[in-house]
């Protein structure tokens, strides 16, 4: 594992992640940040909700694209992470639900409630077994979609439990198959 910049950097998007998907994770959540300012402003936001709008925006555009990546899931699913470090994970991301609760004025219940979403469907994800985590991974977050819709959508955020989701449930927690690029397959 380098030291340093680089060192965190693979730490972020996993060890020997190729030129293709660094580019993805930086392009990407660029553009995601972009809209999610310019929506934000379009919908009258205060400075602060736009800023933060876009910080979101970018930080879960950018672990969709990361966490979905061959090399994230080497990294984030190797030897010695089992539920308790990716319930760690999970845990740290509380804090974005936090945020958009006390910064766009969703409530108690509602930081509340999709907490409990957040930590129940990812409890679900990582007691099944391999073959199903990807099943039941789509099964919770489809189900986190319709609570977040019973229960109200951020207006001028309304992107952001859908991705908040998708970053965490769908790309991140299960297992899957990491493949390395062709190029390097004939190489080894």
Excluded: C
């Amino acid at each position: 594992m380098p030291r340093g910049f680089n060192g965190v950097m693979s730490r972020i998007t996993g060890p020997g992640a190729s030129r293709a998907e660094i580019a993805s994770q930086i392009v990407l959540p660029m553009l995601a940040s972009s809209a999610t300012l310019y929506y934000a402003i379009y919908n009258s936001q205060t400075v602060l909700q736009i800023v933060l709008a876009g910080l979101l925006g970018f930080d879960i555009a950018g672990g969709i694209v990361t966490n979905s990546t061959s090399s994230a899931k080497r990294w984030y699913h190797r030897s010695g992470q089992g539920f308790w470090q990716h319930m760690g994970f999970i845990s740290l991301h509380l804090v974005h639900l936090s945020i958009v609760a006390f910064t766009f004025g969703t409530g108690y219940f509602w930081l509340l409630m999709h907490g409990l979403v957040l930590i129940l469907s990812s409890t679900a994800i990582l007691l099944s077994a391999i073959y199903l985590q990807r099943t039941i991974s789509l099964s919770v977050y489809s189900l986190a979609l319709i609570i977040s819709m019973m229960f109200g959508s951020v207006p001028g955020l309304e992107w952001f439990l859908p991705l908040f989701y998708l970053k965490l449930l769908v790309a991140h927690l299960p297992v899957e198959e990491p493949y390395r690029p062709i190029e390097e397959e004939k190489k080894q």
